[in-house]
């Protein structure tokens, strides 16, 4: 039995980036959204192999361990891409609890500033980047 169609708004496609950006499955996926697979499919390989930038493709994203602490402040135009990839190489990769993408930025120059002031400001612990040294606890 075929589902109905579900319109993907921005919030249900973010959810299912970041389960994918995870590690669940299409069908543990489709499970926690009630997205069908055709449809998560669908949306993960456009994402993933697009190969050109859309504005609303621009993307700051965090990624915070369990406690909420701030571990990676990084840019994409791919975030399913580049978080398969931090999950391939970055030793921090298990701390890993919870993904945020932020959107909105109208170019790369923009994102680029936006990433700057996040990892100065907000100081996560595996950025060196623009990253202010932390002062030595006494």
């Not at 489709?30 to 697979?37: F, L």
């Not at 669908?42 to 361990?65: C, I």
């Amino acid at each position: 039995m075929k589902r109905p169609a579900v319109y993907l708004t921005d919030d249900l496609r973010d959810k299912i980036l970041e389960l994918n950006a995870q590690g669940l499955t299409v069908r543990e996926i489709e499970a926690r959204t009630g997205v069908g697979k055709s449809s998560v499919s669908r949306l993960l390989n456009n994402y993933t192999y697009k190969g050109r930038e859309r504005e609303d493709d621009l993307v700051l994203y965090r990624h915070f361990d369990g406690d909420g602490v701030l571990l990676y402040v990084g840019i994409t135009d791919s975030p399913a891409e580049r978080t398969r990839g931090h999950r391939g190489t970055a030793r921090w990769w298990l701390q890993v609890a919870t993904i945020t993408l932020q959107r909105g930025f109208t170019d790369r120059d923009q994102l680029l500033h936006a990433e700057q002031n996040a990892i100065a400001n907000e100081r996560p612990l595996h950025n060196s980047k623009f990253a202010r040294r932390r002062p030595s606890p006494d």
